[in-house]
């Protein structure tokens, strides 16, 4: 297998300057309006990825859920260091 394609893709959907973001760890960065159109489309390129984690955050950048695609490990370590996770809360889009 060629490493690039082990590699697991993540995308971080964040609140930004002018609106949500959907951020892929190395790579590019595309706004959008609603927190809701940004989960949408971290899903889609996540989907195009052999192995892919979409991280989703709250409004304050803590980490509300986290989604596995195609095969990516449920034992990989799934946060960064000073992520913070909270449960059991709702978020504002």
């Known amino acids: 297998m060629n490493p690039d394609q082990a ?3 993540v ?3 964040m609140l930004g300057e002018a609106g949500w973001v959907v ?3 190395g790579g590019d960065a595309t706004s959008h309006t609603s927190r809701r159109e940004a989960v949408r489309e971290a899903q889609r ?3 195009a990825k052999t192995a892919a984690r979409v991280i989703v955050h709250y409004a304050d950048r803590t980490v509300e859920r986290q989604m596995l695609f195609h095969g990516e490990p449920r034992s990989a370590r799934t ?3 000073g992520d913070d996770q909270r449960s059991g809360t709702r978020s504002t889009e």
């Open 7 to 9: 590699r697991t893709s």
């Open 11 to 13: 995308f971080r959907v």
């Open 23 to 25: 951020r892929e760890e």
């Open 45 to 47: 390129r996540a989907q």
């Open 79 to 81: 946060w960064r260091a």
